[in-house]
């Protein structure tokens, strides 16, 4: 099969560089464009990185020496790849822009930028609990006058350590009327440099801008409905966040409690749905899609952050600690990868979906 060809905009981020990582050897992308802000622009790709490239592995030698872009030149873009990732770090109305350009130039955007997420009709997906969403796309396009193009984005990377587990109570018949949740987010979530070491060190920042307003308002688009050709949201839940940044590299957890709306699973009841948990992406066997969406551990201690991101290759959810709660009906600890399952990761699964349903 030949690949198809992949922008990264934003490829000097954190966000773009795990794009970079991840993308390497997939079997149905390869990446040929690479953009960034005018500062990158003009500089093969290491340069351009110099000092900040912060993964693991050595930069892949099919991207080393390709030269990085302006963001800005859609044209070029145009000529090199069929779709974008779009992992920008600018004004939300710029970056708004930027993206609808894109689409306006029959160039998907599979985005992970917060700016779109509230719009009408683009998507939040996550492709184990919303992949009908992807419906919107054809009348997002009809609203725009757009032919190939249009946008789609994932949600806030703090969200997908308890999205799942809910999801598939959810599907079990088991509805959630509140949860409260309580994050414990890593450094890599802020960028690079992000956070300046000699704030986090020996300390728990409880404050993250914006963070608690998207992990309890974006929950209900994902798990809404479309309607008369506009997404409704989803009133049965309610979401209390309290966002903290600590000193851990890669990995957000989540403390949460639920209360169901009537009737209760059990705690056995509850770790055989989530063991058996199984959606669209395992079943269309996406090349991202994690076997096992959510792995239960039995240990006191987990999950942890060290031994257990990197889980199905930082794409499944590690769940423990599930108890009774004394105030609502059942509390677990979630985590999640945040710059694999949280960003780059979902993005490339999210175009899997895509590109399995026709739309890339
Ligand atoms: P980052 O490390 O600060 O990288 C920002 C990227 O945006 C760089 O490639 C930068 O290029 C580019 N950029 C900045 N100004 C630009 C401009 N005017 N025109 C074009 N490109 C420009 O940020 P990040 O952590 O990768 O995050 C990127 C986006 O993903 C953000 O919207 C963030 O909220 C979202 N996100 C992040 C995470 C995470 O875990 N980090 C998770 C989910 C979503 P230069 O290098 O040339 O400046």
């Not at 044209?75 to 930027?98: P, Y």
């Not at 992949?131 to 997002?140: K, N, R, T």
């Not at 997908?160 to 109570?169: F, T």
């Not at 209760?264 to 076997?291: D, T």
Request: glycine share 6%; proline share 6%; net charge neutral.
């Amino acid at each position: 099969m030949e690949k198809i060809s992949v922008g990264i905009l934003g490829a000097t981020g954190m966000v773009g560089q795990n794009y970079i990582k991840l993308l390497k050897d997939h079997p149905w992308f390869d990446v040929k464009y690479l953009a960034a802000s005018p500062k990158s622009a003009g500089k093969k790709y290491f340069e351009a990185v110099t000092g900040r490239w912060v993964m693991d592995e050595e930069i892949p030698e099919g991207v080393r020496d390709t030269v990085v872009h302006d963001a800005r030149d859609i044209t070029r873009a145009k000529n090199e790849c069929a779709f974008v990732f779009s992992s920008v770090e600018m004004d939300k109305q710029a970056i708004r822009e930027i993206e609808d350009e894109y689409a306006a130039a029959d160039i998907p955007v599979v985005s992970n930028n917060s700016a779109h997420r509230g719009t009408a009709d683009v998507p939040v997906l996550i492709p184990e609990i919303n992949p009908d969403h992807v419906d919107m796309i054809p009348i997002q396009q009809k609203n725009h006058g757009w032919k190939k193009g249009f946008v789609v984005v994932k949600p806030n990377c703090s969200l997908q350590s308890y999205m799942a587990p809910i999801d598939a109570l959810r599907k079990a018949g088991f509805s959630v009327s509140r949860a409260i949740v309580t994050t414990l987010q890593a450094v890599s979530g802020a960028g690079y440099p992000g956070c300046a070491s000699i704030d986090l060190i020996d300390n728990v920042i409880p404050f993250i801008n914006g963070e608690e307003e998207k992990s309890e308002k974006e929950p209900l688009k994902i798990f809404g409905k479309i309607e008369n050709r506009k997404f409704v949201d989803d009133d049965s839940i309610r979401i209390s966040a309290h966002c903290n940044r600590v000193p851990v590299i890669d990995g957000h957890s989540a403390c949460v409690s639920l209360e169901f709306a009537d009737k209760r699973p059990s705690l056995s009841e509850i770790k055989a749905i989530w063991s058996q948990y199984r959606c669209e992406p395992q079943r269309l066997e996406l090349p991202f899609a994690p076997h096992h969406p959510i792995v239960y551990r039995d240990e006191a201690d987990r999950p942890q952050p060290r031994k257990d991101r990197n889980v199905e290759k930082g794409m499944a959810v590690t769940v423990g600690r599930l108890r009774e709660c004394n105030v609502f009906d059942c509390r677990f600890v979630g985590l999640s990868h945040n710059t694999v399952r949280g960003a780059a990761g979902g993005g490339i699964l999210n175009a899997e979906l895509l590109k399995a349903k026709g739309y890339i």
